[in-house]
Nanobody, 116 residues
């Protein structure tokens, strides 16, 4: 069964950076989309960024130009470089794997806390 493990979260000051990683293991199609979502306290889970195996990316408006998603297809690992972090970025960040004929898979989440 597919498993996703996130890492790289932590507590930082506003303006600092973090790099999140998500390693996927198991039976994974060569055609897939991996992405990052986040959920703050009392908030709905929302898309941060996604990337497919060809490198096509999409970003939420709040992430465009500030966050960068990348992927190592050979290792089935996706990264999220988060620059110029703001207090409103505080959330649990989740990795998601989407495949055409399979259910979505989610990681356990990693906490990101940004203080002013």
């Amino acid at each position: 069964q597919v498993q996703l493990v996130e890492s790289g979260g932590g507590s930082v000051q506003a303006g600092e950076s973090l790099r999140l990683s998500c390693a996927a293991s198991g039976r994974i199609s060569s055609h897939n989309v991996m992405g990052w979502y986040r959920q703050g306290p009392g908030e709905e889970r929302e898309l941060v960024a996604g990337i497919d195996t060809r490198g096509k990316t999409n970003y939420a408006d709040f992430a465009e130009g500030r966050f960068v998603i990348s992927k190592d297809n050979a290792k089935n690992t996706v990264f999220l470089q988060m620059n110029n972090l703001k207090p409103e970025d505080t959330a649990v960040y989740y990795c998601k794997l989407t495949q055409l004929t399979s259910p979505n898979f989610w990681g356990q989440g990693t906490q990101v806390t940004v203080s002013a």
